[in-house]
């Protein structure tokens, strides 16, 4: 785990991020200074999650566009998974998941690898090769982005890292058979309210899935946060960024594969 001493300006960012997320109340700004660098903003992250007290169960990965990247180099970004956040697909109907209200919500398809193995702690650097070896399944899932602050893409990858990777939950869906051999040709499409927003599938992730999963084994142990065996890690919105509102429905259909339904409903706003 990071050992690094979190300066109080870094924590006071963290703690007001927490408490609204607790409260389900949006944010009118930035909490802050935003972090100057991804070493700060993981920082930021990392108090957070230590204020968060809840179970990681995965990870999920962001890609930066290079007109946004700093002089750290990295193509993509990190945020936790939480279990509290972590919601099974349904056979029939629509998965519930909250959203904050005057906030940022969207919901994104993805392809979600399930690791059979810890990762060496002192491996930094990882092919994408490499990091097959360590999967167990590969699964369809649905990243609910979502954070209290409206404008967290727009204000860039250091304050989306800062705010948990502006991620707030994953449904996840079935295993795919035979993924190895197929994943190249996996497509999917995007759809609210019965109208599709976007088209995509496996090939639209730059380097494709597994880059974005050797990504997040080299980030994560360079954080001192190793990924572990069990652990999930979202590989990109394969459609894209679908902004989503309560009361709204969604729809990823994972061609072949299968769909994954789900509502966006208010996050109950805390009692003051």
Not at 11 to 20: C, L, M, P, S
Not at 216 to 232: F, Q, V
Request: some cysteine.
């Amino acid at each position: 785990m990071p050992s690094q001493a979190i300066r109080p300006e870094i924590q006071d960012i963290a703690t007001r991020f927490v408490q609204a997320r607790r409260e389900g109340r949006a944010l009118p700004g930035f909490p802050g200074s935003i972090p100057a660098d991804l070493v700060a903003a993981y920082r930021c992250q990392d108090a957070a999650i230590g204020l968060w007290n809840e179970r990681i169960v995965g990870w999920k990965v962001g890609y930066i566009a290079p007109e946004r990247r700093d002089g750290s180099g990295d193509e993509r970004l990190l945020g936790p998974i939480f279990a509290d956040a972590l919601w099974p697909a349904a056979e029939e109907g629509d998965v519930a998941f909250p959203v904050f209200v005057g906030g940022f919500a969207a919901v994104e398809a993805e392809y979600v690898f399930r690791l059979g193995a810890d990762a060496p702690a002192d491996q930094e650097v990882w092919t994408p090769q490499e990091a097959s070896h360590l999967v167990a399944a590969m699964h369809i899932g649905v990243e609910t982005a979502g954070s209290p602050l409206a404008t967290i893409n727009e204000l860039g990858p250091h304050v989306v890292v800062s705010d948990f990777g502006n991620n707030a939950g994953l449904i996840l869906g079935d295993a795919v058979d035979e993924w190895r051999e197929r994943m190249d040709l996996f497509t999917c499409s995007t759809w609210i309210d019965g109208v599709c927003v976007g088209r995509g599938g496996a090939a639209n992730l730059p380097g494709g899935p597994l880059a974005a999963l050797a990504f997040a084994l080299a980030r994560s142990a360079r954080r001192g946060r190793p990924l572990r065996a069990g652990d999930l890690v979202t590989t990109g919105a394969a459609t894209g960024i679908h902004d989503i509102v309560a009361g709204q429905g969604a729809r990823v259909v994972f061609d072949g594969i299968g769909e994954i339904g789900c509502q966006a409903v208010p996050k109950a706003v805390a009692a003051s």
